[in-house]
C-alpha cells in the first residue's frame, strides 16, 4: 500500500536488486540493517497526520523490491527532514537520509522516462537548485514567483502573493538577487557534481 | 573579537531581522560577526533529493572558504548548520567522499569547528557576561523556547545541550529576567520543510507547537532559524489555538537580547516581524 491504496503484491513485478541499488547510494548505506521495529514510524510527526506515509512501510517495500511502486510514488517526496527517525533508529537505517537516495533513484528513473514524479515537492527542489545554480544563493523573490507559476493553483497563488506584499512592504524581500563573485566556479562544481 | 560567519541566504532577505539583531547584540558582546568571503547556498533542504555529490560539495566549498581563514565557523541559520556540521562529518568519516569532493572542489580537507551563534554567545561570552549588558529587565516575561529539528539532530553530530530538551536559550532569558515556561514542543518539527509543498500538513504541525505555547500562557515565542520563524509566523494567524485566540509573537532569541540591552527595536528589525511584537516591547521598553 501506498500513497493510501491497498493492493496485492505481484512476485512477478519485484525487483530483488532494489535494495542493492539503493544500498549503494549515498544516505541508503544501511538499509539493509532495519530489523523493523518501527519506531522511525512512531516517532515521525508527518505520519501522525499523513497516514498514507509510513517509514517502516517504505524500508519494508525497498527490502522487497518493489522499486517502481515506491519510486512513482508520492510518498517519499513528503519527508520534512525533522531527522527525528534518524536519531531515534537502534540500527542505524538513517531513514532520513533512505528518503534522499530514493528520491534520487526516482529522478534518475523519471529522466529515462521510466516513471512519472508526482506532487509539488519535486519541481520546488528543481527551481531551488536552479536558483543557487544562476546566482549562487537563492533569490527567494525569483524561486517563489517561478515555483508560484508552476502550482497554477489560484488559491496557492492568493494566499502566497498575500504574503509576498506583506513582505515586500516590510522590507523582507530583494527584488535583485545577489550574484557571488565566483559564479563561474561553483556553475563548473555543479557540472562536476553532475557526472 | 572577529568572528568568522555564515549567515546563509534568508539572513539576506526574509530573515533581515535575525541579521539586524545578531550584529547588534553581538557588537554589545564584544563580537564582531565578519561574513566568510563571497559564501554560497548550503543547498537548504533542496538539493539533497536531486543531487547527492552537489549536496555534499555546496556545504564543502563553505567549508573550503572557512577553513582558509580560520578554524572555526559561526552560523546563524539551523539548516544551514546542519547541513554543515552533516558535511563535514560525512568527508572526515569516509576517504573516497573526501577525495570526491576534493578533486572538485580543489580543496584539501581539514576539519574546523562549526558553531551556531546560540552556542557561540551562551559558551564563549557566557551567562554572566550576557547579564551585564542587561539594561532593562524583562519583567517577568513569560516565554518559550522553541529550537526545532535540525540544530539538535542528529545529536551525535549537532552537540547541542540535550536533543530532547534543551536549555541554553532559557538561561539567557532568565538571566535577562524573563519567565522561561516548561514547553515539551522544543524540538518537535514545525514542518517547515514543507511550507511550500505539503501546506496543509505544516499548519498541523505548527498548530500543535502554538497550541501548546498559548496554553502554558506563553507571551513570546523564542527562536533560532528563519525557517521555523517564517513558518510560525505566517502560520500564526491560520491557526485556533484554542486559548484565547490571540497571536503570539514570534521572536529571534537575539531579538529580545538586544530589548534587554537596551538597544532600538528599529535596528534589531522588530517592525519587521510579521505577527507584531508590540506586546512584547511595551513590557520591556
Known sequence: MVDGEMRTIDFEELDPNFKYEVSKEIGGQNIKLCFNCGICTVSCPVRRIDDTYNPRRIIRMVLYGMKKEILSSETIWKCAHCLTCLERCPQDVKFAEVIEALRILAVREAEKGNIEIKG?????????KDSIESYGRVFEAGLLSKYMLKRKALGFMMSFSLLGLKMFRKGKISLFPHKIKALDELQRVFKDSSE | MEMPYYPGC??????????MSAEEVCKQLGIELVEIEDWNCCGALEVSSLNSTLSLALPAR???IASERSDKLVVACNACLNNLMTVQHKLSGNEDLKQMISRILNYEFREIEILHLLD????????????ESVKQQLNGLKTVSYYGCLSVRPSKILKSDDP???THIDEIV??????????TSKTKCCGGGLLMTYRDIALKL??????EASQRGAQCILVTCPLCHMTLETLTGKVKTGVDGRKIPVLYFTQLMGL?????PKKLGLHKNLVSPEPVISLIV
Open chain 2, 10 to 19: 534568508s539572513l539576506e532577505s526574509s530573515a533581515k531581522e535575525y541579521q
Open chain 2, 260 to 264: 534587554s540591552f537596551g538597544i532600538e
Open chain 2, 206 to 211: 505548527t498548530e500543535q507547537i502554538l497550541t
Open chain 2, 120 to 131: 557561540l554567545i551562551w559558551n564563549e561570552v557566557g551567562l554572566e557576561n550576557i547579564g
Open chain 2, 164 to 166: 530532547d530538551n534543551p
Open chain 2, 62 to 64: 563553505n567549508l573550503k
Open chain 1, 120 to 128: 509539488p515537492q519535486f519541481p520546488f527542489d528543481l527551481i531551488f
Open chain 2, 174 to 183: 532568565s538571566v535577562l529576567g524573563g519567565e522561561p515556561l516548561e514547553f
